[in-house]
């Protein structure tokens, strides 16, 4: 299964890590904008071709030492029909330098509109009789809150074309414990979301252990990643809330199991931004991704036994 390829490209590398690629314009060094917007205007053409510039300069940075990218669909949706084929374009060129890409769209619907959606992005399109694939993404991350309508279409794809699914549990957001940290029964709606996860995955466990539909649990809250993976050990976990976020290594390593696996933590700002914190020269962006990806690989891998 989907989760296998990202468990052994992880054991492989060392590094339990993600690379969230949510690229603001503003967040694109100016040399690489003058150039797009000299060709398109500043328009949205303009700003699509500097944020697939800026996501290959990445891609070529990080690509031999972090297993996977996690593209966020708003960044490019927010930019229109071009916007959302440099996310295609983006998903097309991480898969050529052999990362795991995560897409992080957090859909949800029922009947014929999720099995669309699942299609698009984990599946392929049908076109009279042909299967075509739409943007090829490895794994996608999924709001589970519509119950197994809206997770069926997603678990027949994973085990059709080897494919994974994150479905939000515990997030990272403040706000969370609103909704999540309520009882039903004795229990809080994020580990019954959980329960649900293992069920609905049960057909798709692998060698390693782990099903194809794995949780998002937030890196801002360390308490429940740990209750989380005692009770749910085949649950594979994507860990946001690192960096920028506040959390640290130390706050995620209850994510992982005895050997060092089970979790993936991701990082969005705090590397592709590094060159501005850092205060580095805009041209040296990609090294300074580079160099962050590096230090949080090795803060987490100190945390665990990997």
């Known amino acids: 299964m989907s989760f296998e390829r990202l468990v052994k ?46 996501n290959k300069g990445l891609i070529d940075a990080i690509y031999d030492i972090v297993p996977a990218v996690k593209p966020q669909l708003a960044y490019y949706e927010m930019l229109g029909w071009e916007g959302v084929k440099v996310y295609s374009d983006t998903v097309k060129y991480a898969k050529s ?16 509109t999720m099995k669309a959606y699942s299609a698009a992005h984990i599946g392929k399109t049908v076109i009279d009789g042909e299967e075509v694939e739409a943007f090829g993404a490895d794994a996608l991350t999924v709001n589970g809150y519509l119950g197994s309508d809206g997770i069926n279409p997603l678990v027949e794809a994973c085990e059709k074309y080897d494919r994974g699914i994150f479905v939000l549990a515990k997030t990272s957001n403040k706000s969370s414990g609103e909704l999540q940290d309520l ?117 987490i891998v100190s945390e665990i036994n990997l």
Do not use: H
Request: with cysteine.
């Open 183 to 299: 009882l039903i029964g004795e229990e809080k709606v994020y580990e019954v979301m959980s329960k649900m996860c293992v069920e609905w995955g049960k057909s798709t466990i692998g060698a390693s252990g782990y099903g194809a539909v794995g949780v998002v649990t937030g890196a801002t809250y360390p308490e429940q990643l740990v209750e989380l993976r005692e009770k749910f050990p085949s649950l594979f976990f994507l860990v946001p809330g690192y960096g920028a976020q506040g959390a640290k290594a130390k706050d995620i390593a209850g994510a992982f199991d005895k050997n060092g696996r089970g979790a993936i933590v991701n990082s969005s700002r705090g590397i592709i931004c590094a060159w501005k914190s850092s205060g580095a020269d805009e041209k040296e962006y990609a090294e300074s991704a580079r160099a962050s990806a590096i230090k949080m690989r090795d803060e």
């Open 9 to 54: 490209k992880i054991d492989e590398m060392r590094n339990p890590t993600v690379v969230g690629l949510d690229p603001k314009v503003e967040y694109v060094p100016e040399y690489i904008k003058k150039e797009s917007y000299e060709k398109y205007g500043k328009t949205l053409a303009g700003a699509a071709d500097a944020v697939l510039t800026f």
């Open 97 to 112: 330098k052999g990362l795991y890409v995560i897409a992080d769209g957090k859909r949800n619907d029922i009947g014929e």
